[in-house]
């Protein structure tokens, strides 16, 4: 008969922090949220850790440059994803490395010979109003020239017309070449009152633009995750399947760490994948999962992974429970493989982190992930609501939403997470729409004060003491009733998540 598990399994809804004691010094200024990513001995330095303890999910609708931009400038970390060809994702890899702040790739481009019809639907689709003209219409070819909606009107000129019939030519427009620095760039622009400057290389091909507009910007983000060399950091998502041909190609483009990606990572598979980046990239952090209980966690972390993910079928997009009956809750999942973790550091003498991916729904949910003893967490649907994630933003009677789709599902074809063979076979995830929440960073910024505000009514300090101290209650179906409004609201903004 199979063995049946005594304790139940249990998700966060059904556990509420109690206040532990809050000292004078104790408050939100400092409360310190950073966290180690990668296996390191207790009381040394690990070589890559978090100053928030975000990740994004390993996601074709989630983890694009742009969101792995934004979320490393606030101290957290993306994986790119790879469901897509071995190329593409080393050019994400690179178009993060490569970022510069305030030197911004641009998205609006044209040909000189595209028409003012063609510009116009290009504004249209980015909601950029300044376009580079460059020979071959890319972010990179020679720069021809600029256009500007101020430099043409769709009524006043006819639309047929060649876009470098309206564009400043090169020759009349300043710009600075690829040396240049943001100061000197801002100087520039202030000095020759520029709205723009585009940055070319020594062939005078595009490289960047600066605006005005960023001029601030760097000052805003004191936490970034960030290498030696000050670039930001980047992790990617590998599979089993082609992990020999893809590593080489991240780790070229620079990618920072890496993580195998798969819904059951408790899989010989795994473990032979992991013994091969070992043997040929000892000195690149890998991750592993996922697992639900210190099993896995020890399968693992014994074949050498840095960190491991924890989370089976808890995703919001994730329907593997109703189509495998795998699975388990997933407060249930983090606090047994907490205790294996903890219990392997008294083995080995080494900590590997533990992060909880999939099913935060709340934000308080992340705040009890990391008491439970998750060292950092990642998310899918969170990151997937904002401007910054790769889907469409579209109206509906109620506001906008965002599509998101799971990796399991037809729309993604992720047949390397799913492990059906060399095809989808049944599908594990859906498709659908996520309420749309604007800009990452002032999102980002919301979630990250409610951790702290929980962390100081726990008079914790620090992720550790957190850890160490938390008193977690179960609550029952009617108290977990009372926990919310009990009248009728007037403003329904104040029920918004
Ligand atoms: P969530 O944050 O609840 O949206 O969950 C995201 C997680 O769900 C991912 O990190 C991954 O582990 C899992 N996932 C991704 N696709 C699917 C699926 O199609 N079933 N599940």
């Known amino acids: 008969m199979a063995k049946i598990i005594p304790e139940v399994s249990r998700t966060f809804n059904e556990y509420l922090l109690l206040p532990n004691r809050t000292r004078i010094e104790c408050s939100t200024e400092t409360v310190d949220l950073r966290t180690p990513l990668v296996r390191h001995v207790p009381g040394e330095a690990p070589a890559i850790e978090l100053l928030s303890p975000f990740t994004s999910a390993i996601m074709q609708a989630v983890s694009s440059p742009e969101l792995a931009i934004a979320l490393a400038r606030n101290g957290g970390l993306s994986f790119l994803h790879h469901n897509q060809p071995i190329e593409d994702q080393a050019a994400a890899v690179r178009q993060v490395k490569r970022f510069k702040a305030g030197f911004i790739t641009s998205d609006t481009n044209v040909r000189p010979d595209d028409t003012l019809g063609h510009l116009v639907e290009v504004m249209r689709r980015t909601g950029h109003s300044t376009a580079a003209v460059t020979e071959d219409g890319t972010a990179t070819g020679r720069l021809l020239g600029m256009v500007t909606s101020r430099d043409f009107h769709p009524q006043r000129h ?10 400043t030519p090169i020759a009349e427009l300043p710009h600075a070449g690829h040396e240049v620095s943001l100061s000197e760039a801002n100087a520039q622009l202030w000095d020759q009152r520029l709205d723009c400057l585009p940055v070319v290389d020594e062939k ?14 760097n000052k805003r983000f004191p936490h970034q995750s960030v290498d030696a060399n000050k670039r930001l950091r980047v992790g990617a998502g590998i599979n089993t399947h082609d992990y020999q041909e893809r590593i080489p190609a991240l780790l070229e483009a620079g990618a920072d760490l890496l993580c195998f990606d798969s819904s059951d990572g408790y899989s010989d598979w795994q473990r032979n994948a992991l013994t091969w980046v070992k043997k040929h990239y000892p000195e690149i952090p ?32 994730c329907i593997t429970r109703d189509q ?23 083995r080995t003498g080494e900590y590997v982190p533990i992060c909880s991916d999939g099913g935060l729904v709340h934000d308080y949910h992340v705040a009890l992930a990391l008491a439970m003893g998750a060292d950092f967490v990642m998310m899918g649907r969170y990151f997937a609501r904002f401007d910054q994630a790769p889907g469409a933003k579209l109206p509906t009677r109620d506001g906008f ?12 074809r992720n047949f390397q997470r799913y492990g059906q063979g060399d095809r989808l076979i049944f599908e594990e995830g859906v498709d659908g729409y996520v309420p749309y929440a604007g800009d990452l960073n002032e999102g980002l910024a919301l979630t990250i004060a409610k951790i702290k505000a929980t962390m100081v009514s726990c008079g914790s300090m620090t992720l550790p003491e957190f850890q160490a101290t938390a008193r977690l209650t179960l609550v029952s179906e009617q108290s977990f009733q009372e926990s919310h409004a009990n009248v009728s609201l007037r403003d329904t903004a104040a029920t918004a998540v």
Not at 324 to 346: H, L
Request: net charge negative.
């Open 158 to 167: 006819a639309l047929d017309q060649p876009v470098s019939s309206r564009m």
């Open 401 to 412: 939403v965002k599509e998101y789709w799971g990796e399991g599902s037809n729309r993604a």
């Open 286 to 317: 890998v991750g592993g999962g996922n697992v639900v209980d210190g099993e896995g966690f020890n399968f693992l972390a014994e074949a050498g992974a840095d960190f491991v993910k924890v989370g089976v079928g808890g995703g919001s997009i």
């Open 204 to 217: 005078g091909h595009l490289q960047h633009l600066v605006f005005r507009s960023d001029y601030t910007d």
């Open 324 to 346: 495998k009956g795998i699975g388990r809750g997933q407060a249930s999942a983090v606090m047994d493989v907490a205790a294996a973790r903890d219990e392997f550091r008294e």
